[in-house]
Every structure is written in structure tokens, then in C-alpha cells.
């Protein structure tokens, strides 16, 4: 096992003592010359120590908070601190799109890294994330501070915690370095960029996965099943007094005893050990357009983010936003406080933590409903001790017109109200398991990443399933993240017997990603594979017919199908124009013959359905 300096100092200095007395006694040296020798052996051990110490002052210390760590100077800091100290490791997570290796730093008290250690002695795992977005790097050069803090015993981390740093996530992004990117924000003097090598903004990226950083994140996930995730970044937004928001999973949506005990307990006890610590923080100030003297509504984090993402697996998940225009140095400061509440306080719950998510969890085999949508409880708030500045309109240098400013001068205390309440307004029940036919391999991968169990079909199997039929969506006219995502997404089920060929993939629901496979394999879900467009394929018609040809079998189909030529007759009374379009009317007899292809706008994920 590796041991650090501090560790070696009592065996340098018996083995110098024992030199020494051997020398006196043969060399028979007077008192006074065998005390300065030992006043030497003690100054060359504490400089030693010192030496040690020096070697872990960060960039961010050395710059007294105005430079965060490098990607190179934050690697190989860690490096140092694994190597001399046997109670943090480093491990690989995966590869990233820049092609440098995305790597996790663990730290357990005793040294102990192994997923069944933790386990056995019901350790709650803390997963903290840095830099996914690197001009947001406050996170980055706490978490360094931290950790070092905590290897040389400088803060106590309990037994009963286990953390997981990822150091910078977003490598890619954060070797883009430059001093301009982030025109709204005070410091510090260089920072990353927000896309990723791909130009991906990662923090919309957990559920379509098309950075190579998204999978091995999620395969990470997966692998230590993280009881506690904190993804730390910086916000935008309303000017205030306050350094540190947070921004915690909705508890609705959490949902379960997880839900109820992060909005009673674990939230209300970060607030107020951070208060105690000297920061009164608030909600995430979910407000842009206007001034939040008001109040605000909670953010929503869907599924595309991260905590998001991370609450479909019933993961308490919390996003500090420190506060923009504050110094760095006060931000990365605040930041490291906040990790240590966040290990205070889940030390302290430990027990609790691992009860409520252990009661999640059984609940969720049970589990048949599942929401897909929310929306905003206007009748409900929380009340929030706000400290804005007070704003108003003056004229635009710039413009002339009329711009908001705030008066710094003039700051102001008030309770206001917090929107934290959410009701689901589309649901779905969960089938007992989903078929997805192997040319699908896309959306098969991203399930695996996420540790989700998956059998294929032994031979070709006619089963009776429920299909649906897209039957409307709309698209957004401009590429969000790569994609053009569909939204208000209506589909209609009908129930059929569909050939299934050898290789086809079924996937239980009887499994930890239950939740995660409702959310993303429903054609409704906003955040699901097929608004990503991992479907595309099934909305474009393949085949058709040239008009000339047509309008003798179609008279011939009306004349054998009296109820299709009757549907043909009322829109034609329904809709004048429809009536004097020749090519609409030949159209809807195709689309309701056996001609038409029946493969269009279905949608290529099939529910079987419980017995």
C-alpha cells in the first residue's frame, strides 16, 4: 500500500536516533555536540514536512484565487496525492471524445476501494462531478483542496463516507482554454470552454449519450451506484447577495421515501450547516428575464441533465450554482464548504440513506405507474429568506433604450416565494417487458452503458404485443445539441401479433433501470429515445404510386370496400378544399389499402404486456 511522508517520519527518525547513539558511543562525543546533531535530525525532519506540504498547494492557493488548475497541473496533482497517500486512488472511467482518458479519484478513510467493502459496512457514496461545463471550474480546485485536506487529516471525512471526485470531466473543453468565453462572470483569469471536443454542451447529454465523457459516466454510475451525486457549476442569471444557490432534484419527481426525506431532512440540514459555516444560501435562482423579488418557480431537470438523469435511479442529486459575479476565490471557498456540509450531514444520515433508497428500491419492482410529464404547482410555495439588490430601468449606453440594472448600494432582505412543487400530468403504465428488434444497436449501447440487464431471442418468435403508431409530433426548426428534437409527441397503441426474428433484444423491467427504461423507451416521453430521434427511420415513407396507374385500383377498392368509399364521401363534405384536391383524395385510399406500407410511423419498441 502506498504511504505518504507523514507516515515515514517516525521510521526516518528512530533509524537517525539510532545512528546517532551509535556514533556517541564510539566516538565518546561531548553533550553539547550530540544535541546539536539532534536539533539537525529534527529541523531536516520537519522540513521534510514542509516540503510535503508545499507539494500540495494547488494553483489555485499558490495564485491566491485567481488561476484554477490546468488540466495537466489538476492531473498530476492527483497523481502526487494517490502516490503518497494510501487512502486515495485514482481509476479509469472511460475515454473522451478529445481522446485523453476521463478518470475518477476515490477516497475512503481507511483505504479501502472495493465496491463490496462499501457495501459491507453500509458506506454512503458521495459522487462528485467537476467541470462539465470548464468555464465553470469552482468545483475543480475545491475538490483538489478537499481531497488533500482530507488525506492529511486536515478535515475528517467519516468511515462512513466514500468519495468519488471526477476531477475535470469535460477534458475536451477544458484544454479549449481562453480568458473571454464567459463575458457574465468575474473570474478567474483563464478558464475552459463550455462545448466539449465535439462542441457538445455534456449537461444535455445523459439520455441521447453522444459523447464518449456521457458513457463512461453513466457506465460509472452503474458500477458504484452513487447514493449521493453532486455536479458543481457556476450560474447566470439575476444579480444578488448570495454566493452559493442550490439547486436540489425536484422531490416530486423524486418521488418515494428518497423524495420525502431529501425535501424534510437532507436539504433543510445542508441549508442550515452552511449557515452555520457563514453562507446563507438559497434555491437556484431559476429566473432570467426578470428580478426574483417576486419569487421563482424550481427548476425542472429533466433527464437530459444530469441531476436529472441521476434521479431516475433514485440518486439524492444536487447542482451547487455559485454565483457569477462574485470573486472565484469566495466562489471555489463556498464550494468547498458545500462538500463539507454535503459529508457532514450524510455522515450523520447515513443510516437513513441507505434505508430510504433500499425502500426506493423495492417499491420500484412493485411500481406500475410511472409520470412522463410535469408541470408547476402554482397553489403550493415554500417561503425563502431572499437577499437581492434592488433593480430598476435606466438608459442604455449602448442602445438608448431603456436596460435593467441592479443597485448594489441599495440591498434588501425579504421572504419570497419558492415554487417547489410539481404534479405529473401524463402517466403511463409499465409493461412487464420491452422488445426492441436488433437493427436498433444504437439505442441496445446506451442501455448496456447504464448497467441494464438485456436477453435476446433464442429463435424467431411470434408474440402478441402492444405497438404503437406514431401518430403525431412536431420537430424543432433548428439543431438543438445535434439534434432536431421532437416534441408533443402523440402515440396510439393497438395490440398485434408481431414476428420477432433470433437476436432480438428483450428487456425486463424487473430490474434497478426500471424507471430509466420507462422514461427513455415510451415514444411520449419528452426526453425519451425517440424524441433524440434515435427512431427516424420509421417516419419516412419508402414506397408510393404514380397517379395514372393508381386511379383504376383505387376505384376498384372503393367499389369492393363500401365504408372506405363512405369516409372518402363525408370529407369530402367535411373539407371543400380536400374535395377539389384529386391527388388528396387518391392519397387517402392509398393510406387505407393494403398497399400502404404498414412499417410507417411504427414505432420500433414493442410492450409486452403482464398476463
Known amino acids: 500500500m502506498k504511504r505518504g511522508w507523514h507516515l515515514r517520519q517516525p521510521l526516518f527518525f528512530v533509524v537517525c536516533m539510532t545512528s546517532l547513539l551509535h556514533f556517541c558511543s564510539v566516538s565518546l562525543l561531548r553533550m553539547k555536540e550530540f544535541f546539536s546533531i539532534i536539533l539537525a535530525v529534527l529541523s531536516i525532519t520537519v522540513n521534510a514536512q514542509q516540503r510535503s506540504d508545499?507539494?500540495?498547494?494547488?494553483?489555485?492557493e499558490r495564485s491566491k484565487g485567481r488561476q484554477t488548475a490546468t488540466y495537466a497541473e489538476c492531473m498530476d496533482f492527483y497523481k502526487k496525492l494517490s502516490s503518497a497517500y494510501q487512502n486515495v486512488m485514482i481509476g479509469d472511467v472511460g475515454i473522451t471524445d478529445i481522446g485523453y482518458p476521463l478518470r475518477a479519484v476515490y477516497y475512503t478513510k481507511d483505504g479501502l476501494f472495493t465496491k463490496e467493502e462499501?457495501?459491507?459496512?453500509?458506506?454512503?457514496?458521495?459522487?462528485?462531478?467537476?467541470?462539465?461545463?470548464?468555464?465553470?471550474?469552482?468545483?475543480?480546485?475545491?475538490?483538489?483542496?478537499?481531497?488533500?485536506?482530507?488525506?492529511?487529516?486536515?478535515?475528517?471525512?467519516?468511515?462512513?463516507?466514500?468519495?468519488?471526485?471526477?476531477?475535470?470531466y469535460n477534458i475536451g473543453g477544458a484544454l479549449n482554454r481562453n480568458s473571454t468565453s464567459r463575458a457574465n462572470q468575474n473570474g478567474p483569469e483563464s478558464y475552459g470552454f463550455r462545448?466539449?471536443?465535439?462542441?457538445?454542451?455534456?449537461?444535455?447529454?445523459?439520455?441521447?449519450?453522444?459523447?464518449?465523457?456521457?458513457?463512461?459516466?453513466?457506465?460509472?454510475?452503474a458500477r458504484i451506484t452513487p447514493d449521493i451525486f453532486i455536479d458543481n457549476h457556476v450560474s447566470d442569471g439575476a444579480d444578488y447577495q448570495h454566493i452559493m444557490t442550490l439547486l436540489a432534484s425536484q422531490h416530486d419527481k423524486l418521488g418515494g421515501a428518497a423524495g420525502k426525506f431529501m425535501?424534510?431532512?437532507?436539504?433543510?440540514?445542508?441549508?442550515?450547516?452552511?449557515?452555520?459555516?457563514?453562507?446563507?444560501?438559497?434555491?437556484?435562482?431559476?429566473?432570467?428575464?426578470?428580478?426574483?423579488?417576486?419569487?421563482?418557480?424550481?427548476?425542472?431537470?429533466?433527464?437530459?441533465?444530469?441531476?436529472?438523469?441521476?434521479?431516475?435511479y433514485g440518486i439524492l442529486a444536487y447542482v451547487p450554482e455559485t454565483h457569477m459575479l462574485k470573486p472565484f476565490k469566495d466562489r471555489v471557498n463556498a464550494t468547498y464548504a458545500l462538500m463539507q456540509s454535503f459529508i457532514k450531514v450524510a455522515s450523520e444520515h447515513a443510516k437513513e440513506i441507505k434505508q430510504v433508497r433500499a425502500d426506493d428500491k423495492k417499491l420500484l419492482m412493485a411500481q406500475k405507474e410511472f409520470p412522463l410529464e410535469w408541470r408547476v404547482d402554482t397553489t403550493r410555495a415554500d417561503t425563502v429568506l431572499f437577499m437581492g439588490y434592488e433593480a430598476g430601468h435606466k438608459k442604455s449606453e449602448v442602445s438608448g433604450l431603456p436596460r435593467l440594472y441592479y443597485d448594489r448600494t441599495k440591498p434588501y432582505t425579504k421572504k419570497v416565494p419558492f415554487y417547489d412543487h410539481f404534479v405529473a400530468t401524463k402517466t403511463v403504465t409499465a409493461p412487464v417487458a420491452y422488445i426492441i428488434p436488433k437493427p436498433w444497436a444504437s439505442v441496445i449501447a446506451i442501455l448496456?452503458?447504464?448497467?441494464?440487464?438485456?436477453?435476446?431471442?433464442?429463435?424467431?418468435?411470434?408474440?402478441?404485443?402492444?405497438?404503437?403508431?406514431?401518430?403525431?409530433?412536431?420537430?424543432?426548426?433548428?439543431?438543438?445539441?445535434?439534434?432536431?428534437?421532437?416534441?408533443?409527441?402523440?402515440?396510439?397503441?393497438?395490440?398485434?401479433?408481431?414476428?420477432?426474428?433470433?437476436?432480438?433484444?428483450?428487456?425486463?423491467?424487473?430490474?434497478?433501470?426500471?424507471?430509466?427504461?420507462?422514461?427513455t423507451l415510451e415514444?411520449?416521453?419528452?426526453?425519451?429515445?425517440?424524441?433524440?430521434?434515435?427512431?427516424?427511420?420509421?417516419?419516412?415513407?419508402?414506397?408510393?404510386?404514380?397517379?395514372?396507374?393508381f386511379e383504376d385500383v383505387a376505384a376498384d377498392i372503393l367499389q369492393k370496400d363500401p365504408s372506405l368509399k363512405k369516409q372518402l364521401e363525408e370529407k369530402c363534405k367535411l373539407d371543400a378544399d380536400f374535395a377539389k384536391n384529386a391527388d388528396a383524395q387518391l392519397d387517402f385510399v392509398y393510406r387505407h389499402s393494403s398497399f400502404f406500407e404498414q412499417s410507417v410511423n411504427r414505432y420500433p419498441v414493442y410492450r409486452l404486456e403482464a398476463p
Open 54 to 60: 508545499t507539494a500540495f498547494i494547488t494553483p489555485f
Open 118 to 168: 462499501w457495501k459491507k459496512n453500509d458506506r454512503v457514496v458521495i459522487l462528485i462531478n467537476n467541470d462539465i461545463h470548464p468555464g465553470e471550474p469552482d468545483g475543480v480546485d475545491a475538490s483538489m483542496m478537499l481531497l488533500r485536506d482530507a488525506a492529511m487529516n486536515k478535515i475528517d471525512v467519516p468511515n462512513n463516507i466514500v468519495l468519488v471526485v471526477i476531477p475535470i
Open 195 to 221: 462545448g466539449n471536443a465535439k462542441n457538445l454542451d455534456l449537461n444535455r447529454d445523459f439520455i441521447k449519450c453522444d459523447a464518449a465523457e456521457t458513457i463512461g459516466l453513466e457506465e460509472l454510475f
Open 263 to 312: 425535501y424534510t431532512t437532507f436539504t433543510p440540514l445542508l441549508y442550515k450547516d452552511m449557515k452555520a459555516r457563514g453562507y446563507d444560501m438559497v434555491p437556484y435562482v431559476n429566473d432570467f428575464a426578470n428580478t426574483p423579488d417576486k419569487g421563482w418557480r424550481a427548476f425542472f431537470e429533466s433527464p437530459r441533465f444530469s441531476s436529472g438523469y441521476a434521479a431516475l
Open 448 to 519: 448496456r452503458s447504464n448497467g441494464v440487464r438485456i436477453q435476446r431471442l433464442r429463435e424467431d418468435t411470434t408474440m402478441y404485443v402492444t405497438a404503437y403508431h406514431i401518430d403525431k409530433y412536431e420537430t424543432l426548426p433548428y439543431p438543438y445539441e445535434k439534434h432536431y428534437l421532437h416534441k408533443n409527441i402523440k402515440a396510439v397503441p393497438s395490440n398485434t401479433a408481431i414476428k420477432f426474428m433470433e437476436g432480438d433484444y428483450v428487456v425486463w423491467l424487473n430490474q434497478p433501470a426500471k424507471r430509466y427504461l420507462v422514461e
Open 523 to 549: 415514444p411520449e416521453a419528452p426526453d425519451g429515445f425517440f424524441a433524440w430521434n434515435f427512431f427516424d427511420g420509421i417516419l419516412q415513407q419508402k414506397e408510393y404510386f404514380s397517379d395514372y396507374v
